[in-house]
Nanobody, 123 residues
Framework: QEQLVQSGGGWVQPGGSLRLSCVAS????????MGWFRQAPGKEREFVAA????????YYGDSVTGRFKISKDNAKNTGYLQMNSLRPEDTAVYYC????????????????WGQGTQVTVSS
């Protein structure tokens, strides 16, 4: 069964760091791109980052550029989102997503989504 399973997240003070993980199970994901979205209460879902599975090309939303880093471990079928210099406005539920194309991910049209994980940044 193809699925994305997330881990990580939690609470951190402003300026701190967290890392999210997303494990893709199933052969469907070979060669897929992976990305991250977030949604804060009362706000629209926001694109955070994406990466091609087979190429080292990264894309970031404007609000996280320079602070967040997306990466992948093909051997483990796992994607990561390293979040540094976290701000209270980064508080949201974060979702990983997978699709054949980064364009599809950025459009929010991925067929596969993780279960979501809460990230809370506060003092």
């Amino acid at each position: 069964q193809e699925q994305l399973v997330q881990s990580g997240g939690g609470w951190v003070q402003p300026g701190g760091s967290l890392r999210l993980s997303c494990v893709a199970s199933g052969d469907t994901f070979n060669g897929y791109a992976m990305g991250w979205f977030r949604q804060a209460p009362g706000k629209e879902r926001e694109f955070v980052a994406a990466v091609w599975w087979s190429a080292d090309l990264h894309y970031y939303g404007d609000s996280v550029t320079g602070r967040f880093k997306i990466s992948k471990d093909n051997a483990k079928n796992t994607g990561y989102l390293q979040m540094n210099s976290l701000r209270p406005e980064d508080t949201a539920v974060y979702y990983c997503a997978a699709a054949k194309s980064v364009i599809t991910i950025k459009d929010g049209a991925s067929d596969y989504w993780g279960q979501g994980t809460q990230v809370t940044v506060s003092s």
